[in-house]
């Protein structure tokens, strides 16, 4: 499989260039369907608690959507994309929003009672690590993993946006990031495919410590 470093650009450069010409408006309309429906199952299963995290946050839009509906003491973002960062805080200056990458990021406030992040898992060469980290050091016990994603093997529309692109993505299929929650140690493990039109949906899956 080839490597972020084998492509002109990595997925953060990409993001960065969207947020300079206001693409990430267009992430915020289509991608608010499948982060409300995530939103309601965060309701369902961890309504309120201390601290929440939108991993790859991009312009902050679903952190400030889930800080409106969830009874929560602090939800933060975390995106590599200065220009994503710089537009969140000027949204919502008072906010939590820090440009890392999430890979090498010491998360500071440690332990999330959900970890919350919508089409960012899959720019990852290794979201296995990642998520097994985040079981282990990052979530609170009986916190709540919860991850949408749009490309997926099962999503054929979705099969050529690396090539579109120009950047690195990693194309596992459903069976493939079940297995990675399961494995991580998440337990009561549950998958939705949420439909986007009739030829497209997101994936969602998660997971509880
Ligand atoms: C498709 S966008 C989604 C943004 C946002 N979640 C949304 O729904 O609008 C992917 C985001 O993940 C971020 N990203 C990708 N890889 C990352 C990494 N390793 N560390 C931090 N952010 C990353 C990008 O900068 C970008 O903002």
Known sequence: MKKIKDYAITPIELF????????????????????????KLIKRYKPQANLGIDIGCGNGWAVKKMKKELNYDKIIGVDGSEKMIKKAKKEDPKGDYFCENIIKYKYKEKKFDFIHSMEVLYYLEKPENFIKHAFLNMQNDEGLFIMGIDHYKENKLSLNWSQKCGVFMNTKSITDWFDIIKSAGYKK?????????????????????
Not at 21 to 33: A, C, Q, R, S, V
Not at 189 to 209: A, H, R
Request: aromatic letters at 8%; hydrophobic letters at 40%.
């Open 16 to 39: 960065n260039d969207w947020a300079k010409i206001g693409k990430d408006k267009g992430m915020e309309i289509g991608h608010n369907n499948s982060v409300e429906f995530m939103i």
């Open 189 to 209: 493990v549950k998958y939705w495919q949420v439909p986007n039109n009739d030829k497209e949906s997101t994936l969602v899956i998660l997971g509880i410590k």
